[in-house]
């Protein structure tokens, strides 16, 4: 006689392998989460921007030394930038963000391209990055907040009708959409690489390993996204399901200004076209032949040019209104 395909050895063997496999997500889930939201940061204040920033602002006279500001986050902690002040035109600024791991000194590049047109910058250490305060890095959840105490304080230092934009790259550019839809005193906004939801990224991240889709993490490594979710909130109090640019946007009327490589391989562009498709309103720019975060290298003068062009229009519209 033959035995039932799901016979009960079978049936025990196969109970078992499940076990062991969602043990695995489990502590999969706890690892990713405790190493992605606890960014490791020497909380040590530097001292001044990369020289040639410096050299670049002083050779063309359009700035003077970068202050060391600070403002109090909603939960305390203390947050850090550099400020240029442009001696040649004031009345504008822009806040550039800076991607996961990384510090203010990463976004120098866009700095000084603001700074060579005629832009105030800003450039803040994330929370939990560089030297601010704070443990968790929550993408965008209590980051969005951070960029609306940074939009009033240089709200304080502008003059009336100034312009405020906000320019991210990777985390950068998903924090400051998200910070769009809470901070309607933004003139625009420009993101680099975003991703469209901390839960979409999370499907790229599980499948990345082996050379994967986001199929991987949909499905045969799903587990460890839901295993992840439910960790960060019982453990940090954080709801990842929060950090999501691509809903943040339905309720913003900024103008914003997409960015994407067509070789990015980190965050694919599937997460920029995900939002642009979701928020029509939203202009996309893809990238022939750059990789994550590497247009202002890859594609520089056309680089130069999207950026310039959408503020100059977001900024004579900020005039016509004003």
């Not at 965008?140 to 951070?146: K, S």
């Amino acid at each position: 006689m033959r035995r039932p395909f799901f016979s009960k050895r079978r049936l025990l063997w196969l109970s078992l392998f499940l076990g062991l496999y969602l043990a695995f997500c489990a502590y999969a889930a706890k690892f990713l989460v405790d190493m992605t939201l606890r960014q490791p940061h020497s909380g040590v204040i530097v001292l001044a921007p990369p020289a040639w920033l410096m050299q670049a602002s002083f050779d063309q006279k359009t700035g003077q030394n970068p202050q060391e500001v600070s403002v109090e986050a909603q939960d305390g902690i203390t947050l850090r930038a550099w400020y240029f002040v442009n001696s040649a035109v004031n009345k504008n600024a822009v806040i550039v963000l800076h991607g996961l791991g990384d510090t203010r000194k990463g976004m120098s590049g866009q700095a000084e391209l603001f700074l060579r047109h005629g832009y105030n910058v800003l450039m803040p250490d994330s929370r939990a990055h560089g030297a601010s305060g704070g443990e968790l890095a929550t993408f965008g959840i209590l980051e969005a907040d951070d960029v609306h105490r940074w939009v009033s304080w240089l709200k304080d230092k502008l003059p009336a009708g100034g312009c405020v934009f906000g320019s991210g790259v990777s985390m950068g550019a998903g924090i400051i959409l998200q910070a769009a839809a809470r901070e309607p005193r933004f003139c625009g906004v420009i993101a680099e690489a975003p991703y469209a939801s901390f839960r979409e990224i999370g499907y790229d991240r599980i499948g990345q390993p082996f050379h994967l889709g986001p199929w991987f993490g949909m499905t045969v490594g799903r587990p460890i996204i839901e295993f992840g979710m439910i960790y960060a909130r019982s453990k940090y109090k954080v709801n990842l399901e929060e950090a999501s640019p691509v809903a943040a946007l339905r309720n913003s009327s900024v103008p914003v200004l997409l960015i994407a490589g067509l070789e990015d391989d980190n965050i694919p562009i599937r997460h920029s076209r995900m939002i642009h498709e979701q928020n029509p309103g939203v202009i996309l720019w893809e990238v022939p032949g750059a990789g994550h975060g590497s247009a202002i290298s890859d594609a520089r003068a056309d680089y130069e040019r999207h950026m310039m062009d959408f503020v100059r229009s977001a900024d004579q519209r900020n005039a016509r209104e004003f």
